[in-house]
C-alpha cells in the first residue's frame, strides 16, 4: 500500500467531496459570521446536533438580498469543498435564502396555483428521439454555454445547435425571453432548451414572469427548461415539455450518445441478421417441402397414376365383358332350336300377311268399283257422307270406265 502525504490524502478526499457533493442544499442557524474586508462572507451552519463550516465568495455575496446575521434560519444552497491547508470541509455558498415561505415563494405559489389550474401545465409537446436542430436560448456569456457545448461534444451526435443570446436575470429578462422564444419557435427546430445557471429565487425569477409562461405554453415546437440547480424550480419548469435538472442534463436528456447509439445499431443489426438467416433457413425447409409434395403431385406422376387406372380398368372391363358373354351363350338356345324357332316365326308372320293383303284387296278402290260402286266428289272434294249433299248440287260420279257430271233432284235421309 502507498504511503500518502497529509496533503496528497487531503487532495483525494477533495476530490472526492467535490464529485460527490457538487451540490448541496442546506438549512440551519447562522453563528460566528464574518464579513471580511475582501468581501467573502465566512459563518457557521449549526442545527441542535452538527455543524459545518461555510464560506459565500464576494461575486455571491453581492446578490444577496438580505444580510446574513448570527441567529438567522437560513438555507444556503451550493457545493461541499475540502480546504486543503487546513483539512477541513466547508460548504461552498452559491446562495442563501431565509427559511420559510418569503414574499416571492408565496407569489411563486400563487402563480403555480393559477396556470396549473388554466391546464398550463398539460400541455407537453413530444420530443423528438434524435433532433437534428436545437435552439438554445441562454446568454452566450458565462459557464452554462460552455458547460452545454462540452456535453454535446462528449455525446458526439451530429445535431445543429443554435444560439440565440437571451438575457436570463434582471428587469428586462422576462421580455428578452419571451421575445425570443417567439422567435425560435419561427425557426422549425425540433426543440428548444431555455437554460440558465443557478441562483437565488430572486436570479431566477424571470422564468415565473406571466410573460414567459405563456410564451412557453403558446410555442408550437417542445421546450426544455433547464433553469439553475437540481432543487431549483420555476413556473417555466412545470409549463415546458420537459424539465431537465442543470442545463449540462438538458444536453443529455435530450441527445443520445452516438456510442450508444452506435451499440443499438449494431444489436439491431444482429438480431435482424439472426432473423434473417432463420427466416431463410424456414423458407428453404418449406421449399423442400413443397417440391417433395410437387414430386409427388407432379403431371408425369399423374399421367403414370391414371395409365395405372385406366389399365386396371380395362382389365376388370375384359373379364366383366367375358363374364357377360358366356353367361350369354349359356342362356342363349342351340342352333337347332333356333331354326325351329326362325321357322315357326316366319309362317306365322306369313299367315297374318296374306290376312292384311287380303283385307287391303277387299279395301282397294278398284276391286270395289268391279261390284257396281263408284267414286263420287262434289268441288273436287271428297264426299264423307250423303246426308252433306242438298237438292241441286252438282255432282262428279267415276268409276273405271266413265265419269259423269249428274244434279241432285231429290234428297231423302234413312
Known amino acids: 500500500m502507498k504511503i500518502l502525504s497529509v496533503s496528497e490524502l487531503n487532495e483525494q478526499i477533495k476530490a472526492i467531496f467535490e464529485e460527490s457533493f457538487y451540490y448541496v442544499s442546506v438549512c440551519g442557524e447562522v453563528s460566528n459570521c464574518v464579513y471580511h474586508t475582501s468581501g467573502h462572507v465566512y459563518f457557521t451552519l449549526k442545527d441542535k446536533d452538527s455543524t459545518i463550516k461555510c464560506v459565500m465568495f464576494k461575486s455571491n455575496a453581492i446578490r444577496l438580498k438580505f444580510q446574513i446575521k448570527d441567529g438567522n434560519r437560513i438555507v444556503v444552497c451550493g457545493s461541499l469543498g475540502v480546504y486543503s491547508p487546513r483539512g477541513e470541509y466547508q460548504i461552498n455558498c452559491q446562495s442563501a435564502q431565509t427559511h420559510g415561505v418569503g414574499n416571492l415563494q408565496e407569489e411563486f405559489l400563487k402563480l403555480k396555483d393559477e396556470y396549473q389550474k388554466k391546464g398550463y401545465f398539460d400541455n407537453k409537446k413530444k420530443i423528438p428521439k434524435y433532433p437534428r436542430k436545437i435552439i438554445l436560448l441562454t446568454s452566450k456569456t458565462g459557464d452554462v454555454i460552455n458547460d452545454m457545448k462540452m456535453v454535446a461534444l462528449k455525446r458526439g451526435f451530429g445535431a445543429k445547435f443554435i444560439l440565440i443570446n437571451t438575457k436570463v436575470q434582471g428587469e428586462d429578462a422576462k421580455c428578452s425571453i419571451a421575445k425570443n422564444i417567439s422567435i425560435a419557435d419561427s425557426l422549425e427546430a425540433d426543440c428548444i432548451i431555455l437554460a440558465r445557471g443557478g441562483g437565488s429565487i430572486e436570479d431566477l425569477w424571470a422564468f415565473n414572469?406571466?410573460?414567459?409562461?405563456e410564451a412557453i405554453f403558446n410555442a408550437k415546437t417542445p421546450i426544455i427548461s433547464a433553469i439553475g440547480h437540481?432543487?431549483?424550480?420555476?413556473?417555466?419548469?412545470?409549463?415546458?415539455?420537459?424539465?431537465?435538472?442543470?442545463?449540462?442534463?438538458a444536453i443529455s436528456m435530450i441527445m443520445p450518445?452516438?456510442?450508444?447509439?452506435?451499440?443499438?445499431?449494431?444489436?439491431i443489426a444482429t438480431r435482424f441478421n439472426r432473423h434473417f438467416v432463420n427466416l431463410i433457413n424456414n423458407k428453404q425447409k418449406d421449399l423442400d417441402t413443397y417440391l417433395i409434395r410437387l414430386n409427388a403431385y407432379s403431371l408425369d406422376k399423374y399421367i403414370e397414376k391414371q395409365y395405372q387406372k385406366i389399365n386396371t380398368l380395362k382389365t376388370m372391363l375384359g373379364l366383366k365383358i367375358a363374364h357377360k358373354v358366356g353367361k350369354l351363350e349359356r342362356s342363349l338356345p342351340s342352333i337347332q332350336e333356333l331354326n325351329g324357332m326362325l321357322k315357326l316365326k316366319i309362317s306365322t308372320l306369313s299367315y297374318k300377311l296374306e290376312s292384311l293383303k287380303a283385307m287391303l284387296d277387299s279395301k282397294n278402290p278398284s276391286n270395289i268399283?268391279?261390284?257396281?260402286?263408284?267414286?263420287?266428289?262434289?268441288?273436287?272434294k271428297s264426299i264423307e257422307s250423303l246426308k252433306d249433299i242438298e237438292v241441286n248440287n252438282t255432282l262428279i260420279l267415276e268409276d273405271l270406265h266413265a265419269s259423269l257430271e249428274v244434279v241432285v233432284k231429290s234428297k231423302k235421309l234413312l
Open 230 to 249: 437540481e432543487p431549483d424550480y420555476v413556473l417555466s419548469d412545470y409549463v415546458a415539455s420537459l424539465r431537465a435538472p442543470t442545463p449540462s442534463a
Open 257 to 267: 450518445d452516438i456510442s450508444e447509439v452506435m451499440m443499438n445499431l449494431d444489436s
Open 209 to 213: 414572469e406571466r410573460e414567459v409562461v
Open 369 to 380: 268399283q268391279k261390284k257396281g260402286y263408284v267414286y263420287a266428289k262434289i268441288n273436287n
